[in-house]
C-alpha cells in the first residue's frame, strides 16, 4: 500500500470514483450548492473560478461551468476523465492541489469541496496563501473544512484506503486570516453521509486586497 498521504489520496480516488459519485447522491443535507449559490451572487458576470478537488465534476464544477469558465484540479486521473465527460466546456488538470501553478490574480473565486481534509493540515497555510495569490483583489474563496483536530489518519472508506487530516474551526479561521483571506461567512453545518453525521465548516473569504504586500 501506498504510504504517501498524496498517493493514498489519489490512488482511493482512482479505485472509489464511480462509487463515490453514486455516494455524493445518498448525502442527506449536504449544503454544497446552497453555498455555492452564494458564491456565485458574490462573483462579477462570466468569473473564472478554479475548483481544486474537482472530483467527477458533478455537481458543484457543472454549476461553476454554467456561469462562467472553470478549471478543475484533482489528483485522481479516474475522476478527471469523469469530470470531462460531465463537463465538457471546463478545463481538467490532474495535478496536487499543493504544487500546482498558476500566475497570481488569475481567478475571481477558488472553490473546493471537502478537499481540504486530504492535504496534510501542515500544509494548509501554505495552500492558503497560494490560493490567496491566484485570487483577484476581492476574490471569494469558499471552502467545506473539516474542524477537528487530526494530525492525519488513514482508514479505509468506500472500499479504498483514504488519508485524512484536519485543523479545529478556530484554528481554520487564524490561518485564514493570515493568509490575507477575510472570512465573510463562516458556518459550522452538520449533514447525515451513509456512514453517519459530518460536520464541516464552510467558510467564504474574500482576498484582502488591502493588505501590504504581494506573497
Known amino acids: 500500500m501506498a504510504d504517501e498521504p498524496r498517493d493514498i489520496v489519489e490512488s482511493g480516488y482512482d479505485r472509489i470514483a464511480e462509487r463515490h459519485l453514486a455516494w455524493i447522491n445518498e448525502i442527506q443535507g449536504d449544503p454544497r450548492t446552497r453555498f455555492l449559490n452564494d458564491l456565485i451572487a458574490r462573483l462579477p458576470a462570466h468569473p473564472r473560478v478554479l475548483d481544486l478537488g474537482c472530483g467527477a465534476g458533478v455537481p458543484c464544477t457543472a454549476l461553476l461551468a454554467e456561469h462562467g469558465d472553470v478549471v478543475g484540479v ?3 486521473g479516474s475522476q478527471i476523465e469523469l469530470a470531462r465527460q460531465h463537463v465538457p ?22 472553490t473546493a469541496f471537502y478537499s481540504v481534509l486530504h492535504v496534510p493540515r501542515d500544509q494548509h497555510d501554505a495552500l492558503y496563501r497560494r490560493i490567496a495569490d491566484w485570487l483577484r483583489p476581492g476574490g471569494q474563496f469558499l471552502a467545506s473544512l473539516a474542524c477537528f483536530a487530526d494530525a492525519g489518519t488513514v482508514e479505509e472508506w468506500l472500499g479504498a484506503p483514504m488519508f485524512t487530516s484536519s485543523l479545529d474551526a478556530d484554528t481554520n479561521r487564524r490561518i485564514l486570516a493570515e493568509a490575507r483571506l477575510k472570512v465573510v461567512v463562516d ?18 473569504a474574500a482576498n484582502d486586497a488591502s493588505s501590504v504586500g504581494r506573497r
Open 74 to 76: 484533482d489528483l485522481s
Open 187 to 204: 458556518e459550522v453545518v452538520t449533514m447525515q453521509e451513509p456512514e453517519g453525521e459530518a460536520t464541516f465548516q464552510w467558510v467564504i
Open 89 to 110: 466546456s471546463g478545463r481538467f488538470i490532474k495535478a496536487d492541489m499543493t504544487t500546482v501553478e498558476f500566475p497570481p490574480d488569475s481567478f475571481d473565486a477558488v
